[in-house]
């Protein structure tokens, strides 16, 4: 039980390293005064351009990945697989309030990704198909993600997953849509940013309908 802790623990300290605060200390800044004021990829994108997106991306990810892969190798033999579900939950916790910088992170998304990749890797092509379909469609990356962590729960339904494996899907895709209430604010009163260069779906069907 105390090794279970100490992984949830060391999960949350891992999630709490920061990819565009670290890369924006590089640069003399902090992201969380530019843009949004979201610690990352989408304001990191924004305001910082595609190279230090990517890093930002890359290291969420790759945190998210590690603090994973570290409960799966270490966690105790006989243990019920939520502590390994909880591990993931922790470091995207760790991502969202992060202990290292005044708990203001980002929303979550990319560090869920690289838990999702040790713990269940072949749900990422649905809800990466998701994310494309729902990006080309409406242009809103935080509409998109919220969307694609809901496909969580469906394909959870749809393969028949047991409790535990549901039960962390809906606590993940609660999490998402929770981070992104800020999105969901400014989509309701019509301010939402928009990739209007990705929205390529949604222009094709407006001419199709016009």
Sequence with gaps: MWIALALLLAAYLL?????????GK?????IRTIG?????GTNALRTQGLKFALGTVLVDIGKGALATWLAWRFLPA???????YG???????????????????????ATLVG??????????????????VSLAWGG?????????????????LVEGSDAIRLGFCVAAA????????????????GTESRFERVRVLGRWLSKKSA
């Design 140 to 156: 809103y990356v935080g509409l998109a993600t919220m969307l694609a962590g809901v496909s969580l729960v469906l394909v959870a």
């Design 15 to 23: 999630g709490s390293i920061s990819g565009s605060l670290l890369l």
């Design 174 to 189: 609660a999490l998402l849509v929770f981070t992104h209430r800020s999105n969901i604010a400014r989509l309701r009163a």
């Design 78 to 84: 006989g243990l019920s697989p939520a502590w390994l």
């Design 26 to 30: 590089l640069r003399g800044i902090d």
């Design 115 to 132: 838990g999702l990749a040790v713990v269940w890797p072949q749900v990422l092509l649905p809800v990466f198909l998701v994310w494309v």
């Design 87 to 109: 591990c993931v939950l922790a470091a995207v916790a760790g991502h969202v309030w992060p202990i290292f910088h005044g708990f203001r992170g980002g929303k979550g998304a």
């Design 36 to 40: 949004s004021g979201n610690a990352g």
